[in-house]
């Protein structure tokens, strides 16, 4: 964290700082060396003497080089810290997509013409999805007979991801599959209430279902969130042929088949809409949003204003340096004289 000082200047690394105990220490510790190899000496000479064995000049030239040594690492732990100055306000801006994933849970979505089911297929698709968007915003939305905003509009992948998984045909009161509503519900909830400037696509809609609707007008659904800049990835899965699914308690047993006119209407009543029959294939969902939703235009998602401050760290690094050199350069070792 920062450290705050006296006006505009600030420390963004202070725990540097921890590196000055150190520099205080040094000189002390080196006279004390040095006053112990000193006493050492004169166990074996005393005055005069000693000076002619090891020469004169011992205890003060190695003090300087310490207490040099001991001020270039006070400025180095100055200059790590980072002291900085003079800040200024800078807007950022984070600039992105909207991802909606408009996901069938009806029970048409449990047959098992696509292993494990159609709903577990599909959600393995929006996971492996989720790990490809960089700075964009995501939502999901379960919808049956009834629509559900499971997760809003985030940046939030582990959110994402923990409602993704949760996400079951219990997740919406009714069964039933009613497309154009779930459409309608999705643009009045998650996007922007302004319309689209001209042809702009701004939105994403990514939706995955096997297309039986129960005449909720799902086309005129698409036309209208056009308006607002939404363009439809419709994704069908199932089996054209269809499948059985077994009767509920209670109930008849129901065949469900893969309605693909219904989803490429839905598709092409956008501008840019993309419709793909996956059936009871697999779609790589990572490539499609590198080559669809990558590389279309990007809007702003996030502003901020923030402060952005001077490096000032230079003011003490060149004086730590010229220091060092300092102590190496100018200040003469202790005199050594052969000992026979």
């Given at each position: ?10 420390l ?5 700082l ?74 950022s801006?984070?600039t ?87 459409i309608r ?33 799902p ?12 363009r ?79 490096e000032?760290?230079?003011w ?25």
């Amino acid at each position: 964290m920062p450290l705050e000082l006296i006006g505009t200047w600030r420390l963004s690394e202070p725990a540097w700082l921890h590196l000055a105990w150190g520099a205080l220490l040094l000189p002390a510790l080196v006279v004390w060396v040095a006053r112990r190899r000193e006493a050492t000496l004169r166990r074996f000479a005393i005055g005069e003497r000693l000076d002619e064995l090891v020469g004169p000049g011992r205890f003060w030239p190695i003090a300087a080089r310490s207490v040099v040594a001991a001020a270039a690492c006070l400025t180095l732990a100055v200059a790590l810290a980072r002291p900085q100055s003079d800040p200024v306000e800078v807007e950022s801006r984070r600039t992105g997509r909207n991802v909606i994933f408009l996901l069938d849970v009806s029970r048409s979505m449990l047959a098992t013409d696509v292993a494990p089911t159609r709903l577990g297929r599909a959600k393995l698709w929006i996971g492996d999805l989720v790990t490809e968007l960089r700075g964009d915003r995501f939502g999901l939305v379960a919808f049956a007979g009834t629509s559900t905003v499971v997760c809003p509009l985030t940046a939030d992948r582990a959110f994402f991801r923990m409602s993704l998984e949760e996400l079951a045909p219990e997740s919406v009161a009714r069964g039933g599959t009613n497309i154009g509503d779930a459409i309608r519900k999705t643009t009045e909830l998650l996007l922007p209430a302004s319309g689209a400037e001209g042809e702009r696509v701004l939105h994403d809609l990514v939706l995955i279902t096997d297309g039986e609707d129960q005449e909720s007008l799902p086309v005129e659904a698409a036309r209208a969130a056009a308006q607002r800049g939404v363009r439809v990835i419709a994704l069908g899965i199932g089996s054209k042929d269809g499948v059985t699914l077994d009767a509920e308690e209670g109930g008849a047993s129901v065949r469900t088949r893969l309605e693909s006119a219904t989803l490429a209407d839905i598709a092409r009543a956008t501008p840019g809409g993309v419709y793909l029959e996956v059936g009871t294939g697999t779609v790589d969902l990572a490539r499609l949003y590198r080559d669809l939703i990558a590389t279309a235009e990007q809007i702003d998602l996030e502003t901020a204003t923030s402060l952005k401050y001077t490096e000032r760290f230079g003011w003490f690094l060149w004086p730590a340096v010229v220091l060092l050199l300092g102590e190496r350069v100018l200040i003469p070792r202790c005199p050594r004289r052969a000992v026979w």
